[in-house]
């Protein structure tokens, strides 16, 4: 294929300052992904994380365009994929783990 080239051979004409910019902005994107993008890294497809919740296809397909949603429905999916969701405020000098939906958990009422 005349014109065409691998990425490896591509990375590998790059200089190296432009190679770390790259691989740090590819870090930076697997660190960011919504809910369908995080599925789909995890190679789980909708019918299964569908069957994990007991839930119809089409119910996760419509929950993950939605754009806001309870925090324990969010955790239900994030364990249902093998996670565990943390919730973390982050200000400019420290971050801080919220316990408050801990309780969630576990099943109670959060106070």
Known sequence: MAGRNSFAA????????????????AERLTEEMDLGELRRALLVSQEELAQTLHVGQAAVAKLEKRTDM???TLRRVIEAMGGELEIVARFPNRSIHITSFEALREGEPAA
């Open 10 to 25: 591509l990375r590998a004409r790059m200089v190296p300052e432009a190679q770390r910019r790259a691989a740090e902005k």
């Open 70 to 72: 309870y925090v324990s």
